[in-house]
């Protein structure tokens, strides 16, 4: 049953309706609470007072309870899973006086911590949603008064916003008490957070140099959560305790990425992993994250299965470079340096309805299903991530219209050569014109991006930059026009197919998968970005590798893919890797 919009046990409904039916002021109602619970200040007002009074005096004996559904949002922490971790925190020593759940909801993790921690001497919960300020006070009556001997701290639930609240005043006044900030707080998805009332986010804010709203709107990828964990670990990482708090993957890579300038005396820093699915169903990547205030900085985070409490691996920095696997990055950080070929990101049109096609018997037909004629020049094979899955691809099934040759080359010389491919495009104007990207604005019509020398190289390396596959695809020409990739690919072109066999073989070895796999997040909405690939240094990696395996590979490509590659150009290969600098100290020693 509810009151106040909120679940209230037949207990507490019970217990309240004779508890306050001999009490007449709001003040001695909570005296009597205080005194009783240890709760203080359970009404605001005498309002409250009355308001509740009455309620439960109408309660009729013979409800029907409601089922313990969680009913407010997908994110309230089921009970299992509070218990879990407050048990976990327990059994690792951790016994702490004070207790803040700076987001309490419904209280949880407020009970999962009266139950588990026996040296409390203090709660606080803050929360901006009244109805779940009333559930979590009557499940602490709740548990009160099913555990009648359980120790009662001093309790406060507070109804109010957690960036009004100030943090640092409690840790002033109770300075040699040990903490723990334990809770699970908003994760908001940047549409979400759209939708939340503004009074629920910081007014003014240099969030990571953003300012304010912008940042709040989500513009930079901005997730609530991260504001607040910073915000209680600047109130206190030099004070005594841990926190333990369940947020976003991305987060806690956050917050260890930026230990290096922040130096936040946090350490002993670990993710447990959850299962999101399970425990909120929702598909976003979670943990909890712990870690020891009033520490030696840290700047690496342990990684570990929140249910087994296996050890996955351990992320964070190694000197300057920051990586996801410690271990493996140690075992192949000898690759990591500077890619002798430059990655490049494949064409960017913002127009695929109009520019991407299909040939169908004579004609080509586009993603509206319009059948069209146009001259051969400017279509080109087209390959999209999705399509990267074989080792080898010779083929492409969709094509793609290049404008342009470089960015910015005026476009008029389509209408005197082309007739037929201008006329389409005119005529499809619109379509163009719709493209909201400001790169767009003040460019000749049906401008490209990412489009110059570089990408009618015959033969290509590419990987998508969006899966999390360590897979590079030899890709070679069409009826002898190279292919094109689209802007969610990454390649490198050479002229010669040897060069770009050799490239494949050493790109796709077990140590560079190592490697990449120790540097890649994969909840990066990028797995692979430009920066990551240019680290691969293919020089070192040659070196890495024996002749024998090379040979192999090739013998491999040969058989399955058609190819008559040998080793005859490797020494020219490796020639071309080495940098122009090493090769004048060659030539003068
Ligand atoms: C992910 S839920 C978790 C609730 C609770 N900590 C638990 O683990 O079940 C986040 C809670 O934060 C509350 N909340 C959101 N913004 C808040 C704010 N600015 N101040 C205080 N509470 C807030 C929501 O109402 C919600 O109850």
Redesign the pocket.
């Known amino acids: 049953m509810r009151i106040f919009e909120a679940n209230i046990s037949l207990q507490v409904c019970m217990f309240l309706k004779e508890f306050l039916n001999n009490i007449s002021s709001f003040e001695i109602a909570n005296k009597k609470m205080f005194d009783d619970f240890g709760l203080i200040s359970v009404f605001e007002s005498r309002d409250d007072f009355q308001e509740l009074k009455k309620s439960v005096s109408v309660v009729a004996t013979d409800f029907v309870e409601e089922s313990d559904r969680v009913e407010y949002?997908d994110?309230?922490?089921n009970k299992g899973l509070?218990n879990r971790v407050a048990k976990y925190l327990a059994k690792e020593n951790i016994s702490p006086e004070i207790v803040i759940?700076p987001?309490?909801?419904?209280g949880?993790?407020i009970i999962a911590a009266l139950s588990n921690f026996k040296t409390l001497k203090k709660v606080v919960g803050?929360?901006?949603?009244k109805p779940?300020v009333w559930e979590t006070k009557f499940s602490i009556l709740d548990f009160f008064l099913s555990n009648p001997d359980s120790n009662k701290p001093e309790i406060t639930i507070k109804h109010c916003?957690?960036?009004d609240f100030d943090f640092k005043n409690i840790s002033k006044r109770f300075p040699d008490e040990k903490i723990l900030i334990i809770?699970?707080?908003?994760?908001v998805t940047n549409a979400k957070l759209g939708s939340l009332n503004s009074s629920?986010l910081p007014q003014k804010s240099n969030f990571k140099n953003q300012k304010g709203l912008d940042a709040m709107t989500g513009k930079g990828n901005f997730d609530i959560a991260e504001y607040i964990t910073l915000m209680l670990l600047d109130a206190f990482h030099t004070h005594d305790g841990h926190l333990a708090l369940?947020v976003k993957n991305s987060v806690i890579k956050n917050i260890v990425f930026d230990q290096k300038e922040t130096k936040y005396k946090i350490g002993k820093i670990k993710k447990y992993c959850i299962d999101s699915k399970k425990e909120f169903d929702v598909s976003v990547e979670a943990s909890l994250f712990c870690c020891q205030l009033n520490s030696s900085p840290s700047v690496e985070c342990s990684e570990f299965d929140f249910y087994s409490l296996k050890k996955k691996t351990s992320f964070g920095w190694l000197n300057a470079k920051f990586v996801s696997d410690l271990a493996d990055y140690t075992e192949t950080k000898e690759i990591d340096g500077v890619s002798p070929f430059e990655w490049r990101q494949g064409i960017k049109h913002d127009c695929s309805n109009v520019m991407e096609l299909e040939r169908v018997n004579e004609h080509f037909v586009n993603k509206l299903s319009e059948e069209i004629k146009l001259e051969e020049d400017l279509i080109y094979g087209f390959l999209k991530s999705s399509d990267l899955k074989n080792r080898v691809i010779k083929n492409s099934r969709k094509l793609v219209i290049l404008t342009q040759t470089k960015v910015g080359q005026e476009t008029s010389y389509i209408q005197h050569l082309y007739p037929k491919t201008y006329n389409y495009l005119k005529a499809n104007i619109s379509s163009f014109q719709a493209r909201k990207s400001s790169i767009y604005r003040g460019k000749p019509l049906f401008s490209i991006f990412g489009i110059g020398d570089y990408s009618f190289k015959p033969y290509k390396v590419a990987i998508s930059g969006l899966y999390k596959t360590y897979h590079f695809t030899l890709v070679l020409p069409q009826n002898n026009k190279p292919i094109m990739l689209d802007d969610t690919c990454y390649f490198i072109g050479f002229d010669k197919i040897e060069y770009a066999v050799y490239a494949t073989i050493l790109l796709n070895s077990e140590i560079t998968k190592a490697f990449l796999k120790s540097i890649t997040f994969s909840d990066a909405k990028r797995v692979f970005t430009k920066d990551i690939l240019m680290r691969l240094d293919l020089l070192s990696i040659a070196k890495a590798i024996t002749q024998k395996e090379i040979e192999k590979q090739i013998n491999y490509l040969n058989d399955n893919y058609g190819l008559s590659v040998n080793l005859s150009q490797w020494d020219s290969f490796i020639n071309e890797m080495i940098p122009k600098k090493e090769k004048q100290l060659t030539i003068f020693e």
């Open positions: 949002g994110f309230q922490t509070t759940e987001t309490c909801g419904k949880s993790f803050i929360e901006i949603y779940y916003n957690i960036f809770g699970n707080p908003p994760w629920n369940l």
